[in-house]
């Protein structure tokens, strides 16, 4: 490893939508930005997905992966506690073997990039001199909430859900009460508690890199550095930096040969996410929904949940029942020259990426988002879980990419009706009614431009690589 350049030491937590946009930070950083990288990262050992991602990762292999050992949980927190509640526990419990790989590196890290979820493990970069900076594979919108939580806990009485006026957050678009992320939901379970935390302890950092780019929130971007508003109690720099997604792959399979002959722009991608499911009662009304709408589909279909939404996180990808065995009789035989079923996992940007596909129905995680931003396409919002319903809003409302039902899936069942309603109007409606066809593709330039030389997140890069630079040479002065 050469010495002149920065060496990042990222860290991951578990779940695919979170090791793929550390991975692809860590990549860019090595093939823009002259750093070198150690991705550490923190698996469940349990999704074949993030196995996948992990060994794909190798080809060409940029980064230096590092598996940390794995922590066991089972005596720190109840098996049934919420995905937030124990990702928490397992970056909590993973310190020791962070700390000494890194103490046990040649060269060592420069700076310390940890995702949200590995705010406890900040302060292991002040013991070794190097910088600390928190990640937000999200949107700014959430990252002010998050660094905001702390002062409503002071102000707001009772659960949030139950407010009568929306949450006001300085300088930003004020969140309605049902929509508030999971951890918020119910404020004596320790998920609240743990948010909390992450939010005081993202302040102590050297700086926030947010997977966005400036001009797609410029007004919550504005909020987060002016003194006025949450500027006031952010000190350190805020970087935009994104959107960082994956590269296509050039996959071919029948999928893509089937895709090859659709018109262009007609083919609807339904899929949750790395770890959403539906109930059997809201599958089957999907199930109708595509088919009475007759537009042409690809449907990533999992078996269906009695448990939460965001039962198969730490599993996402693995086999088990025949998830097409649940669909409604006679299904696929009616709607075989229609659409597609993936089982269980689809590779996603390659999908995304097809002139055929005309509309992504999503459940608005913050990659998939991005993915379908960036190839121009059109979405659906389905919010499940997480921060998924605040990114709903922030589709329709604000940026003008998305339609959605006035029914929040993750509390009702969206009948087939609207759903087939929705379905046409995201194909049919190709003039864009209301607009939204030409606003994705108008951002999908602003997303290249940003990345590009001399783009705000290129910049934003070069500024973090300032920073680390001048680090390295106090690191040098302090070792003579
Ligand atoms: N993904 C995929 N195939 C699937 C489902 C998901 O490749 O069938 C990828 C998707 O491209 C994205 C990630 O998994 O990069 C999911 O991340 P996101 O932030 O959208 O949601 P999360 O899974 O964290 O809820």
Same mark, same amino acid.
């Given at each position: ?21 550390? #991975? ?7 093939? *823009? ?22 060994? &794909? ?84 919108? +959430? ?15 009772? /659960?949030?859900?139950?407010? $009568? ?17 999971? %951890? ?6 320790? =998920? @609240? ?41 952010? $000190? ?45 009662? =809201? ?6 929904? #595509? ?12 078996? %269906? ?7 198969? +996180? ?6 088990? !029942?025949?998830?097409?065995? @649940? ?59 997480? /921060? ?23 509390? $009702? ?19 864009? $009614? ?10 999908? *330039? ?9 783009? &705000?997140? !290129?910049?934003?890069? &070069? ?18």
């Amino acid at each position: 490893m050469e010495i002149s350049k920065p060496h990042a030491a990222l860290l991951s937590s578990p779940g695919t939508g979170h090791l793929i946009p550390v #991975l692809e930070l860590g990549n860019r950083l090595v093939t *823009h930005h002259n750093f070198a990288v150690t991705i550490f990262v923190v698996s469940s050992h349990a999704s074949p997905a993030e196995a996948q991602v992990l060994q &794909s990762s190798m080809s060409p292999k940029l980064c230096n992966i590092i598996d940390l050992p794995p922590v066991d949980i089972s005596g720190l927190v109840d098996p049934n506690a919420a995905v937030v509640t124990q990702i928490a526990v397992m970056m909590r419990e993973v310190r020791p073997n962070l700390r000494s790989s890194i103490s046990s590196m040649k060269l060592r890290p420069t700076v310390l990039i940890v995702d949200f979820f590995g705010t406890e493990s900040l302060p292991i970069a002040d013991e070794f001199d190097m910088l600390k900076y928190v990640y937000f594979p999200s949107n700014e919108w +959430f990252v002010a909430l998050t660094i905001y939580v702390p002062f409503l806990d002071k102000v707001v009485e009772g /659960e949030y859900v139950h407010q $009568k006026e929306p949450l006001k957050i300085p300088g930003c678009k004020p969140i309605r009460p049902e929509e508030v992320v999971d %951890p918020m939901l119910e404020r004596t379970n320790q =998920q @609240y508690f743990e948010y909390l935390r992450i939010g005081s302890e993202t302040l102590m950092s050297d700086g926030i890199l947010i997977n966005t780019w400036e001009d797609l929130q410029s007004t919550t971007l504005t909020a987060l550095r002016d003194e006025k508003f949450l500027g006031g109690i952010v $000190k350190v720099p805020v970087y935009p930096v994104g959107p960082i997604t994956r590269a296509v792959s050039g996959l071919k399979s029948d999928l893509f040969d089937w895709l090859d002959k659709q018109p262009s722009e007609s083919v609807i991608y339904v899929s949750f996410g790395s770890g959403g499911l539906l109930s059997y009662e =809201q599958m089957t009304e999907v199930a109708w929904g #595509l088919e009475l709408s007759q537009q042409r589909f690809v449907w990533v279909v999992r078996p %269906p949940t009695i448990e939460a939404a965001d039962a198969a +996180f730490f599993t996402a990808g693995k086999g088990g !029942d025949d998830p097409l065995s @649940y669909l409604p009789d006679g299904f696929l035989r009616r709607t075989q020259s229609l659409g597609l079923t993936v089982p269980f996992w689809a590779p996603q940007v390659d999908v995304l990426n097809h002139p055929s596909i005309g509309g992504f129905l999503s459940h608005c995680g913050w990659g998939s988002t991005l993915e379908s931003i960036t190839n121009g396409v059109p979405m659906i919002a389905w919010p499940l879980y997480a /921060e998924q319903k605040m990114n709903a809003t922030l589709l329709t409302e604000e940026i003008g990419v998305a339609i959605r039902s006035k029914v929040l899936p993750s509390k $009702k069942v969206v009948q087939r009706e609207e759903i087939e309603k929705m379905a046409r109007m995201i194909i049919e409606d190709n003039d864009g $009614k209301n607009g939204i066809r030409g606003r994705v593709k108008e951002l999908k *330039h602003s997303a290249e431009k940003a990345l590009s030389k001399g783009g &705000s997140s !290129d910049n934003a890069f &070069s500024q973090l690589e300032k920073q680390c630079k001048m680090c390295m040479e106090r690191q040098k002065a302090t070792a003579q």
